[in-house]
């Protein structure tokens, strides 16, 4: 981290990551690989990303709420629930082949392009959001799963979290992002903590890593709101279908 452009470096991936999580997800598998290359190992960076990560779903929380978009107390909810299971995620110590998890995952991706371009339309002037009952507590006990692979790898999830706050909560794109980093910002305190007790936190390069991404994550919370759910899903096959291709041929 000696070289002069690091810093700079990161602070402007981290703006494009910040932006690129707040609206749709995928943005660590940017980061993580910039941190590598500046000469992180790889578990510490993992650790070190989550720094941002924090600042970035902080940031992008406070923007969505200046903006009038809040679903409190359900992201509460959700984001106890994930907290607990991120603890356990982020003890996880197995190992996974990088190869099969990529094209895993680039299925998984696939899969969701599929759903957000095809999927079936919601009314939401028609239907009601459905936050309470047992919609409350499918969220929770998906969440607390959600939580455990949130801490243990984080790689995508944030496609996940929307779709499925879109079609089970019956929430709009741009409320379930909302949503999104609140809850995200909930598990990350947590998975962080144990990152940091097994010492494998950079603090001076995820500080610096998290004014690009809280700078990025302001700039999509207001674009986002504005522009509306259509911006929004276009965004998201987008990215997808970029992260998908990527990870099916990166060995």
């Known amino acids: 981290m000696e070289e002069w452009y690091a810093y700079p470096l990161l602070i402007l991936v ?39 990560v924090i600042f970035q779903t902080a940031i992008a929380t406070a923007g969505f709420k200046s903006k009038g978009v809040s679903t409190f107390p359900f992201n509460i909810y959700l ?7 991120s603890i356990l995620g982020a003890r996880l110590a197995v190992d996974i082949s990088g190869a099969l998890f990529n094209r895993i995952l680039a299925i ?10 095809f ?3 919601i009314g939401m002037k028609e239907i009601q959001e459905r936050l309470t009952g047992k919609y409350l ?37 741009v409320r379930s992002n909302a949503t999104k980093v609140a809850v ?16 494998q936190v950079n603090w001076k390069i995820g500080l610096i890593l998290a004014i690009g991404n809280g700078s990025g994550a302001w700039v999509a919370s207001r674009v986002s709101v504005n522009m509306g759910d259509g911006f929004v899903k276009k965004f ?14 990166y060995q």
């Open 14 to 52: 981290g703006f494009v990551v910040g932006f690129i999580n707040t609206i749709a997800g995928g943005g660590s598998l940017l980061s993580l690989p910039i941190l590598i290359f500046l000469g992180l190992p790889s578990t510490l960076a993992n650790g070190t990303n989550r720094v941002a």
């Open 137 to 173: 507590w499918l969220g929770i006990i998906s969440f607390f799963f959600f939580g455990i692979y949130g801490g243990f790898i984080n790689a995508g999830l944030g496609f996940i979290i929307i779709l499925f706050l879109h079609y089970v909560n019956r929430m709009t794109l």
């Open 108 to 117: 998984v991706m696939i899969c969701v392009v599929l759903i957000v371009a």
């Open 184 to 199: 995200v910002f909930m598990y990350m305190v947590s998975a962080l903590i144990v990152f940091a007790w097994n010492d």
């Open 236 to 249: 998201l096959i987008f990215m997808v279908s970029i992260l998908a291709v990527k990870l099916w041929f």
């Open 79 to 85: 984001g106890c629930a994930a907290f607990f299971g």
């Open 119 to 121: 999927g079936p339309k």
